[in-house]
C-alpha cells in the first residue's frame, strides 16, 4: 500500500485560539474551515500549505483522544493523514502485512471513508489513511 500523498497534519493543542493566532502569525495562513467534530470531541481550525492542510486541534472534553495525547506527551504533532485511492483496499493490503488498524471497516467522514493506524507501532504519531 502506497500512499499518494500527506492529506492533512494535526497538532494538538490546549488553547486553540491562541494556537490560531500564532501560527496565522508567524506564516501568514488563511484559515479555510473551521469545525467541531462531536464524536472525537475536538474543535479544529484548518489551515492549507501548497495541497497539505494543516489542522490546528483542541479538545472539547477531558476524556477525548486529544486531550488524553496532551496529558502523556504535551502540545505536538498528534496525526499525519496519507491519502490512498481506496481505504477498504488499504485495510485488506495491510492485514495481509500482519499491520495493526484500529479500524477494521473504515470510518466515513464528509465525502471520504478513513482508519488509523495504532501510534504505539509509528513513535507516537496517530497514523490515518484517508481516501
Not at 494535526?10 to 490560531?20: G, R, S
Not at 506564516?27 to 495541497?51: C, H, M, T, W
Request: contains cysteine; charged residues 35%.
Amino acid at each position: 500500500m502506497k500512499p499518494e500523498k500527506i492529506d492533512h497534519i494535526c497538532i494538538a493543542v490546549k488553547d486553540l485560539k491562541e494556537a490560531v493566532a500564532h501560527y496565522t502569525k508567524a506564516f501568514q495562513l488563511e484559515q479555510v474551515d473551521a469545525y467541531v467534530d462531536e464524536p472525537e470531541k475536538i474543535n479544529v481550525v484548518r489551515f492549507k500549505v501548497g495541497e497539505v492542510a494543516f489542522e490546528l486541534m483542541e479538545s472539547t472534553s477531558e476524556d477525548g483522544e486529544v486531550a488524553k495525547f496532551i496529558k502523556k506527551n504535551g502540545e505536538g504533532v498528534f496525526l499525519i493523514s496519507f491519502k490512498v485511492p481506496d481505504v477498504a483496499e488499504a485495510i485488506k493490503e495491510l492485514d495481509k502485512e500482519g499491520i495493526k488498524i484500529l479500524d477494521e471497516t473504515p470510518r466515513k467522514w464528509r465525502n471520504s471513508k478513513f482508519t488509523f493506524l495504532n501510534p504505539k507501532d509509528y513513535h507516537g504519531v496517530l497514523i490515518e489513511l484517508i481516501d
